[in-house]
């Protein structure tokens, strides 16, 4: 039997995503907010920062893809891609039967005060506004979706043509092989699975240092 997945926010992550996915196997709809097509998948636009309603033909999913993005670099650019977006993604999943929520969020919910090694029982500390608003946005799915909820915490995503300029960083390929294998993993958790996601890397005691066990505990292979 066929899966249906739901992915919102068909970028570059989700593109490549796409491209790593059985489409004989798996029926994707996929939302974008630009003209974008792709005819191995079901595409929707829908302005996520407008209370528009959107069909999507389909009621029941396995997994709900959420990958947020700002509307610009500034706070209200955050606010409106994590906060009010989110809002209206609550919106619509609330008419949807759906097994598994992933969403996808940043180490920058940890903050800049974290020395040496840092793991998913760290604080999370946000000490700008681009952390605290990502942090706001995981409490709300938290407390909607609790263990069908997947949170995905991505440290400096680059790729081929970028340079690594973070000490913690994870290639965009990377990136998507990570949400598909979390669209088969099954958790075991009572509350929602929060996950760093962070290539390996030396432990520098002099900064932050993401940490991946958790991530290879799951049973994924960079």
Same mark, same amino acid.
């Given at each position: 039997?066929?899966?249906?997945?739901?992915?919102?926010?068909?970028?570059? $992550?989700?593109?490549?995503?796409?491209?790593?996915?059985?489409?004989?196997?798996?029926?994707?709809?996929?939302?974008?907010?630009?003209?974008?097509?792709?005819?191995?998948?079901?595409?929707?636009?829908?302005?996520?920062?407008?209370?528009?309603?959107?069909?999507?033909?389909?009621?029941?999913?396995?997994?709900?893809?959420? $990958?947020?993005?700002?509307?610009?670099?500034?706070?209200?650019?955050?606010?409106?891609?994590?906060?009010?977006?989110?809002?209206?993604?609550?919106?619509?999943?609330?008419?949807?039967?759906?097994?598994?929520?992933?969403?996808?969020?940043?180490?920058?919910?940890?903050?800049?005060?974290?020395?040496?090694?840092?793991?998913?029982?760290?604080?999370?500390?946000?000490?700008?506004?681009?952390?605290?608003?990502?942090?706001?946005?995981?409490?709300?799915?938290?407390?909607?979706?609790?263990?069908?909820?997947?949170?995905?915490?991505?440290?400096?995503?680059?790729?081929?043509?970028?340079?690594?300029?973070?000490?913690?960083?994870?290639?965009?390929?990377?990136?998507?092989?990570?949400?598909?294998?979390?669209?088969?993993?099954?958790?075991?958790?009572?509350?929602?699975? $929060?996950?760093?996601?962070?290539?390996?890397?030396?432990?520098?005691?002099?900064?932050?240092?993401?940490?991946?066990?958790?991530?290879?505990?799951?049973?994924?292979?960079?």
């Amino acid at each position: 039997m066929q899966k249906n997945i739901l992915i919102i926010g068909y970028g570059d $992550i989700a593109k490549r995503l796409v491209k790593i996915l059985d489409t004989k196997s798996i029926n994707i709809y996929a939302i974008s907010r630009n003209n974008s097509n792709n005819p191995n998948i079901n595409k929707f636009n829908w302005d996520w920062l407008s209370d528009k309603k959107i069909n999507l033909k389909a009621k029941n999913f396995d997994s709900a893809i959420i $990958i947020p993005k700002p509307s610009s670099l500034d706070e209200k650019g955050y606010k409106d891609g994590f906060i009010i977006a989110t809002q209206n993604i609550l919106n619509l999943l609330s008419n949807l039967n759906i097994n598994k929520v992933i969403a996808i969020s940043s180490t920058r919910v940890y903050g800049g005060h974290h020395k040496g090694a840092v793991d998913e029982k760290s604080i999370e500390k946000p000490s700008e506004f681009r952390g605290k608003l990502i942090l706001e946005y995981e409490v709300a799915l938290s407390k909607i979706f609790g263990p069908k909820l997947t949170i995905l915490r991505f440290s400096g995503l680059y790729d081929n043509q970028s340079k690594k300029t973070s000490h913690n960083k994870l290639h965009r390929d990377q990136a998507a092989k990570i949400i598909a294998h979390f669209i088969e993993y099954k958790s075991e958790s009572s509350r929602a699975n $929060i996950i760093n996601c962070s290539e390996d890397s030396e432990i520098l005691f002099s900064e932050k240092s993401i940490i991946n066990t958790k991530l290879k505990q799951t049973g994924f292979k960079f």
